[in-house]
């Protein structure tokens, strides 16, 4: 089946510094998302992919869609203390056939900010 | 928009008792749900597809039997846990999919806690 391997699985930084993630795929897929989730509560929605190559922010959050479609880094600049979460990417698979609207999780990386 | 209500938030039950989670999309309709189970510090592995009006789907692995899903409206979606028991514990989420927005990111709950004791 498919498998999406996110790296880092883990990273303790210091308040300021910026942070990089990244997710692989054996598949291609038609959307990649990046997700927060805070204990306790379900992923929050960071940004979303649609097509090769988008280069999205969404205030210090930077993500990319890679142009082989199997592929996305997410880049968080001048963290701050309540980034602190685990971070998940997700494959989206298009309209038609069983499988769209499923997603596919990466291991997801838990981030630490130190003050 | 695209709110996504998940209850109850957290459930102890007695091993053997049957645990029904509801999961709601407030200001839209969706005909497909999805159900995720996901342990500590783990990834969300999903479970099922909800569908309105038909079978859910499982997948490969996971009991139709133990967990049970009905989705009788546009609106809401239910997860039983039947015959509970200690390795049932975890957290259980859903995500909804509105209808007629195919390639539209999934909204999700907040999570079910269940504690089977």
């Known amino acids: 089946g498919q498998q999406l391997n996110q790296s880092p699985q883990s990273m303790f930084i210091q308040e300021g510094e910026d942070v990089s993630m990244n997710c692989t795929s054996s598949?291609?897929?038609?959307?990649w998302l990046w997700y927060k989730q805070d204990p306790g509560e379900g992923p929050v929605l960071l940004i979303a992919l649609y097509k090769a190559g988008e280069l999205t922010s969404n205030g210090r959050l930077t993500a990319q869609f890679g142009i082989t479609r199997k592929d996305s880094f997410l880049n968080i600049s001048a963290s701050i203390p309540s980034d602190v979460g685990i971070y998940f990417c997700?494959?989206?698979?298009?309209?038609?056939?069983?499988?769209?609207?499923?997603?596919?999780f990466g291991q997801g990386t838990i981030l630490t900010v130190h003050p | 928009g695209a709110v996504v209500s998940q209850h109850p938030s957290r459930v102890i039950c007695k091993s053997g008792t049957s645990v029904k989670i509801e999961c709601r999309s407030l200001d839209f309709q969706a005909t497909t749900m999805f159900w995720y189970r996901q342990f500590p510090k783990k990834s969300l592995m999903l479970m099922a597809t909800s569908n309105e009006g038909s079978k859910a789907t499982y997948e490969q692995g996971v009991e139709k039997d133990k967990f049970l899903i009905n989705h009788a409206s546009l609106t809401l979606s239910t997860l039983t846990v039947t015959s509970a028991h200690p390795e049932d514990s975890s957290f259980y989420i859903c995500?909804?999919?509105?209808?007629?927005?195919?390639?539209?990111?999934?909204?999700f709950g907040n999570g079910t806690r269940l504690t089977v004791t």
């Open positions: 598949s291609i897929f038609n959307t």
């Open positions: 995500s909804a999919m509105q209808v007629g927005q195919y390639n539209s990111p999934l909204h």
């Open positions: 997700a494959g989206q698979m298009g309209a038609g056939g069983t499988s769209y609207g499923k997603l596919t």
